[in-house]
Every structure is written in C-alpha cells, then in structure tokens.
C-alpha cells in the first residue's frame, strides 16, 4: 500500500457503499453526521481485531476478517435488543499486501453491512509494515427505555440460550451470524429481562449478568446445547467443558420470567435452537447441576475484554 | 499484559472515568447507550492511531500517545463545529510492555477527555506481540443543521486558518491544542461556510474544501502564518513548502464572507493568531500568489486518508 493507493481504496470504499439518506452526511468530510432520532436511545459498540489474536491467514481470508470485524459488533447491538445503523471502519493494512487486499477486507465487511442494512459512514485507512489491524465502532437505536441490559436479570428467571456452544474457534468463529433478528423476534415475543452475546464462553458471559444484577444462577449441565462442531473424539465432559468455556460462540444468553419462558418452550419463535439452560437464584454465585442433583462451582475462564 | 491484567486495566479505567450522566449507561454493557438529543445533530468520528507511523517511543511517552489518539479526534469535531460529547476507546497493547504501560495510555486519554468535558462510555483491550494502536470513535452534537461541511465554500470567500503551519511532526503534534473553543467562539462570531481542520497539511485540507465545495482558491504565499518550529537553517522557500504541506498541524481552516472576514480583522475574537490568506474564486484549482503577482499551482501532497 502507498498513499495513492489509499486514496484509490478510499474512491473504492466510496463508490461501494451505498448513498446514505439525504440527511446523513456522506463518506468524506471531518465527521459523519446523523440526524437526531426521537424517542430512540443511541447505542454504540466497538470492537478491535488484530491478524494472529483474532483470525491467522489461512484459513481467514480477508474478505472474512473484514465481515468479522462488522459481526462482532452487531452481535454487541442484538445483545442489546437494538437495529443496528451505521459504521465507522478504521484499518490499518500491511503494506506489502497492496491495495487488492484492503478492497477485499472492505468487500467482507461491506458485504455483510449490506445484509443487515447498516450504512459505512466513515472511517481511516493506514498502512504500515504491521499486521492487519481492523477496528468497527456501530451504531444502533433502541425505542427508549427499551434497550435490553446485563443488569435486569431477577430472582426465578429462566435463563435461555440460542443455537448451540463450544468450538467456534475451530469452526464458525469468521462466519457466524450475528443474532440481529433473533434478538428483535424475542423482544417482540417476550419481556426479556437481561441479555448478553456468548462472546468472552457462557460461564464467563453469564457471570457478567450475575454481577450486573447482583443475584445467582443454577445451570443444568445436561440441558447445554454442545455443538456438533466439537470433535467426537473428545470425552462428553470435554465438550461440557468447551460448550461452558469456549468463547466466540457469539449466540444470546437471556433471561425471561418463568411465564415466558414456557411460552418459548411451548413455541420457539425463532429458526434456530432455543434451549433452558438454568434459573437465576437470589443467592450469589454460579453453580452447575448434574443430572442425579450433585452441584459444583460454575467457573468462568473467559478470555474478550470489552469495556 | 495478561488476561488478569487486563481485567484490572478495566477496573482501573472504571475508576478513572467519571460517572456518566443517570441516564447514560457505564461502562460494562454489550454497547453503550446515549439518549436522545432533541434538535441535535450527532457527529462522528474515527482515529486509528499505530506506534512507529503516528508516534514513536520517545520521543512519545505513552500518556502522550493515548493523548494524542483523542486528540485528533477532537480536532475532527472542532472542524465540524461541533461539541465533543464521549468516546470509544480500542487498544491493542504490547503483550511485553506491562499494565503500567497501558494505564499510561488511558491516563494520558482521560486527561484530555476531562479537559474537554467528554465522558469514555466504552472500549476494548486486546493484548498481542505487536505495537500499540488505539483506536478512538468521538461523538459529538451539532445544532440541527449547523455543522460545518467541507462542501459550502463560495466565489468570493475570504480563507482563514488558525494558528501557525508546519514542523509539527517535529515539535507538536504529541501536545497540541485541538481547537474545540475556538471552532465555539467562531461559529457564535461569524458565519462559517466551510471548515477543515489542517491533519494533512494545508495544501491538501484546502483541496479537500475546493473539490467538495466545486470552487476554486488563490492563495497568498506571503501571509502563510509559517511556524518559528521550523529550523532557521531552512530557506525562506523552504519553510514556506513546509508550512503548506507538512501534517498534523490541526489548526482550523475555514472560508467565511469578505464581510465576516473584514470583522474577523478588525477585532481576533480568538486567544490565538488568525490569518487571512486567501480567497475561493469560481475558477477551479488551487494558485499560489507571489508578493510580486505570479502565481504557481498549489500543489497537495498530502498523507492521511480518511474516509
């Protein structure tokens, strides 16, 4: 990459992305600007990705290092209950990968922008003798007072989560889908009480909620969703293991009172899995049930720093 | 940096930032959420900051390079006429340089965050074997309708630019003052058309004026305001290249009426120098005019790329 071929890129990126409404302010000026939304709470996420921590070349491409870059931060504004909106792209490209490279990390990540109908707004584009660096700030928009917190999660809940766990890193973790329209089906089917994407593994993740809501939790080890991905030649409590600890799985762990979560048993709203993992207990910590009632400690072992 | 160090970055930074308005959520959310503002307009805008490209170590310390990540993001806003509002903040830390190292960073960005009365709502910390690169997504509001576009500059106008010009890479561009107040006092002054602010050295910021506005400018070569940061060995001529084409300036450069511009002489509403060098005439391109009337093309040579 020279200079003249970021100003290419930029011209590329331009002429790619669709023409935003009239009254947002297109790609190239000092900032992007967005007209006020009434009676809607903006919701911003931002996530870095590094080349060697969160994807290698092979097997990503960089048209999958670019649409993961966008996807991680939908699946932060599903885990709200938000429709996500625009994006800030921010790159720092390996100058010996020159200009074909960066366009195909803008065609993922355009791509999948394209799908869940979020407009590129801005961005920087740099190169340097370093790895590849992409950074996505997204914004989306909750009706007021609706947006769906880690801190609601009450006493008797049940405690849900969507698709099934454990070996994203070895199999979906650069094509998953963000859960946009799963999270705005539940939101629509039920009240739900407090939700976070499985990013950082579900023991981690799901301490999260404890700690904002200040209560406990019981999980049935038996009912977790371990995925098929996992190799059959690990033992069953090794995929336990992964399915609880795995990050990157990137589905929706929620909580709903008990009266909606048996509607969700009676009739699961979504395309996808939908399973009852465990109730939240007034009483601190996270444990784990076995199948003949024996409990133990609930560890988290995550590993995402998101702040 | 390890794992545990990084969640005690978290809660360092959680300490550090001051509690956001009740109605804004903290940090510790999948996204952060801002309410709406009624008859505002949001900005936005992105910086992605690499050690060895934007600064090195030294002459750069760390509290001056998580300094100057939100400072150019300040700038961006400035130029936009707007008011900073709260930041995202991403950063991929030196795995070798240690927890003292990355709350250096965040203290040297918080500082300047709270000198400018904006919140950090949210971030990431990644840990890897490569340099540091912060990333800051700024947010900011406007009056509805009154940002100041690049695209608004007409025959006619008088152009003005903060400050002094060139030798920044040499001296400033680790401390300088992004001109936020001073973008207030002339918005409320006089009318402003077309604003940029001088990242990319004046040559080029002005082109980036002239092509989205379709005007053209002559500028004169004796009233560029040339830094006393440039060597006395340099020629004249060259350090009036310089000052037309060096980065990372961040002085304002703007195009007002000749009305506006005549009072703007007549009393400097700013606590800084202010110089008219120049006018946008209706003849494309961009001339450079020599005290005895030649003129020469201003050529751009410009390096940052944003989008």
Do not use: Y
């Not at 705005?184 to 009240?191: D, P, R």
Request: glycine share 8%; aromatic share 4%; charged share 20%.
């Amino acid at each position: 990459m020279t200079a003249s071929h970021e100003f290419e890129l930029i011209e590329w990126i331009q002429t790619r992305c669709p023409v935003p409404p009239h009254d947002l302010l297109s790609i190239g000026d000092d900032a992007a600007v967005v007209p006020p939304q009434l009676d809607k709470e903006l919701l911003l996420a931002t996530d870095m990705l590094m080349e060697g921590t969160h994807f290698t070349f092979p097997p990503a491409t960089p048209e999958l290092a670019g649409r993961k870059a966008l996807a991680v931060n939908l699946s932060d504004i599903a885990a709200m209950g938000g429709v996500p909106h625009s994006a800030l792209v921010s790159l720092a490209l390996p100058r010996n990968r020159g200009p074909e490279f960066a366009k195909a990390v803008m065609q993922g990540l355009i791509d999948l922008a394209q799908e869940f109908r979020t407009e590129i707004i801005g961005g920087d584009t740099n190169s340097w003798d370093g790895p590849l660096v992409i950074n996505v700030a997204l914004m989306g928009t909750a009706s007021r007072t609706h947006s769906i917190k880690r801190s609601n999660a009450r006493a008797g809940d049940w405690i849900f989560v969507t698709g099934d766990l454990g070996g994203s890193l070895t199999s979906h973790h650069l094509t998953f889908t963000p859960r946009v329209k799963e999270a705005a089906i539940l939101k629509e089917t039920v009240s739900l009480h407090a939700m976070i994407d499985v990013s950082d593994g579900l023991a981690s993740d799901l301490q999260h909620i404890l700690n904002e809501s200040g209560v406990g939790a019981v999980i049935q080890s038996h009912q977790i969703p371990i995925s098929q991905c996992l190799s059959t030649e690990l033992s069953h409590a090794e995929r336990l293991q992964k399915a609880l600890s795995d990050g990157e799985d990137f589905e929706l762990l929620f909580t709903v009172s008990p009266e909606d979560g048996q509607r969700l048993l009676d009739q699961n709203p979504l395309p996808i899995p939908l399973t009852h993992i465990g109730e939240i207990t007034g009483e601190q910590g996270a444990k784990l049930q076995q199948p003949d009632g024996s409990m133990t400690a609930l560890e988290s072992t995550g590993w995402k720093h998101q702040f």
